[in-house]
């Protein structure tokens, strides 16, 4: 079976719609068809100061997370980053292959650089890409599924993994970014031409799967929409119509246009006010049982060190080519 591979950052208490309908859910599916590596990235995560009690606490519950909605620990290897060692490695060779000006051009640095000023910034933010390159690239995945802010990171994992093919000899394979169009970006529920991000400005535009589920039906309701009256799907005119009935197919497999249909005629109160409903019945399950999984720690533990094994044999085995491709002596 070709491999798949994917990461998420564990920094926040729970992820978010966009998350979940950007990419994980896209990992779920993707279990069947493809050898699946899923990790938590916990060294990207300290690219920005972390609280390491929260930290550790914020792994678990995204291993939880992953767990209960529907990774299968048997189909797929979970693991921690920081329990792969040959990440940190091969992300050291690829810095060496990377131009300065070439890292420089990653617009994510330089949206997350932008508050505090890039010198205050952490040389792990600026660098972050290129061990996400070696992420990827040590697993030879042929898909990466992720939302659409990752696609700039896909091209540059690309360009390095055809430089180093180019100047030692074929090692890597080029993967292809697997970007579900109609999801690749949810929105903001205050300011919906923002994507919908951890570090929004307001709590009440991002959805997040582990809260209180009366809380996300109220934001729901509250999503900023247009002065219209129209349920219909326009990302120039309506965007917040429209990242609404994205949400909702999303949750119901029903298409824009049958929702579009179900409420001609009615309002945007009675379009939010069962939408808020789908999201309660979706969240609901999804919460209970990530606290369920999060009261045996021990099976959490468990599945993330032979997901972490599974993870290491691959990865070595890449490992051990490039070392040996770049020029360094064996180990004997
Ligand atoms: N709004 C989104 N729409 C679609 N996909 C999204 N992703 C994130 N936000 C959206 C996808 O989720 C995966 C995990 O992303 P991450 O671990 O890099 O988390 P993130 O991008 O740091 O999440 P945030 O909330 O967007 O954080 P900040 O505020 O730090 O930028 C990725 O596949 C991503 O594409």
């Not at 420089?104 to 508050?115: E, G, L, N, V, Y």
Request: with cysteine; aromatic share 8%; proline share 5%.
């Amino acid at each position: 079976k070709p491999r798949a591979l994917s990461g998420i950052q564990p920094t926040a208490d729970s992820f978010h719609f966009g998350n979940y309908l950007g990419a994980l859910r896209q990992w779920v599916d993707l279990q069947d068809e493809y050898e699946p590596f899923f990790f938590i990235a916990d060294q990207h995560a300290i690219t920005v100061e972390q609280d390491p009690k929260v930290l550790r606490e914020r792994c678990l519950v995204s291993a939880a997370q992953l767990i209960a909605m529907g990774i299968d620990p048997d189909k797929s290897a979970i693991f921690m980053q920081s329990h792969v060692p040959a990440h940190a490695q091969l992300g050291w060779v690829l810095q060496c292959l990377t131009g300065f000006g070439e890292a420089r051009r990653m617009t994510q640095f330089k949206d997350k650089s932008a508050k505090g000023g890039e010198g205050a910034a952490s040389v792990g933010l600026f660098t972050y890409p290129i061990l996400q390159a070696a992420d990827i690239l040590l697993y030879r995945p042929a898909v990466v599924p992720v939302g659409e802010d990752q696609r700039q990171h896909l091209e540059l994992t690309r360009d390095l993994a055809q430089r180093f093919n180019h100047r030692y000899k074929k090692t890597f394979r080029l993967p292809d970014p697997y970007i579900l169009k109609a999801t690749a970006k949810i929105t903001d529920l205050q300011e919906p031409t923002a994507k919908m991000s951890k570090s929004a400005s307001s709590p009440n535009g991002i959805i997040n799967l582990l809260d209180d589920p009366k809380v996300s039906a109220k934001k729901i309701r509250s999503a900023v929409t247009d002065s219209g009256a129209e349920v219909r799907f326009d990302t120039e005119e309506k965007a917040g119509v429209s990242n609404l009935l994205t949400i909702y197919s999303a949750l119901t497999g029903d298409s824009i246009a049958s929702l579009e249909e179900k409420y001609e005629g009615r309002g945007y109160g009675d379009f939010k006010k069962e939408l808020a409903e789908v999201v309660v019945e979706f969240v609901t399950p999804f919460r209970n049982r990530t606290l369920e999984l999060l009261e045996d720690k021990a099976t959490l533990n468990q599945v993330l060190a032979s997901g972490a094994e599974r993870a290491a044999a691959v990865a070595e085995r890449t490992l051990a080519d490039v070392y040996d491709r770049v020029g360094f002596v064996q180990p004997q």
